[in-house]
């Protein structure tokens, strides 16, 4: 069976940093899409940043571009997502997601969060301004 666990999420102050954690287990493809999505209160889901299904791109959302860096395996089993100067608009629960999409670009996973395969339960993160 498919899992996920995500890890790493807590409370930090403004202009703090956090590192996210994510591993999976059980998925049945040699290549495949990973990626960080978040949710903030009120607001929609939305991709922060993804590795492609062949992990040769990797896409940052235009708000945490400079900020944020995702890395990860050549399997991607693990994938680590750090985080540097946080702001509070970066409050919500980040989730770790798969997609078994060899062909799929970064941008398209990240802009498609209803297509990915498998989630993660989510960790919270809460920055305090």
């Known amino acids: 069976d498919v899992q996920l666990q995500a890890y790493g999420g807590g409370s930090v102050q403004t202009g703090g940093y956090l590192t996210l954690s994510c591993e999976v287990s059980g998925f049945p493809f040699d290549e495949y899409a990973i990626g960080w999505f978040r949710q903030a209160p009120g607001k929609e889901r939305e991709g922060v940043s993804c590795?492609?299904?062949?992990?040769?791109?990797?896409f940052y959302a235009d708000s945490v571009k400079g900020r944020f860096t995702f890395s990860s395996n050549s399997a991607r089993k693990t994938a680590h997502l750090q985080m540097h100067s946080l702001k509070s608009e970066d409050t919500a629960v980040y989730y770790c997601?798969?997609?078994?999409?060899?062909?799929?670009?970064?941008?398209?996973?990240?802009?498609?969060?209803?297509?990915?395969?498998?989630w993660g339960k989510g960790t919270l993160v809460t920055v305090s301004s």
């Open positions: 997601a798969v997609r078994a999409m060899p062909q799929a670009t970064s941008w398209y996973v990240c802009t498609h969060a209803s297509g990915m395969d498998y």
């Open positions: 590795i492609g299904g062949t992990g040769a791109s990797t």
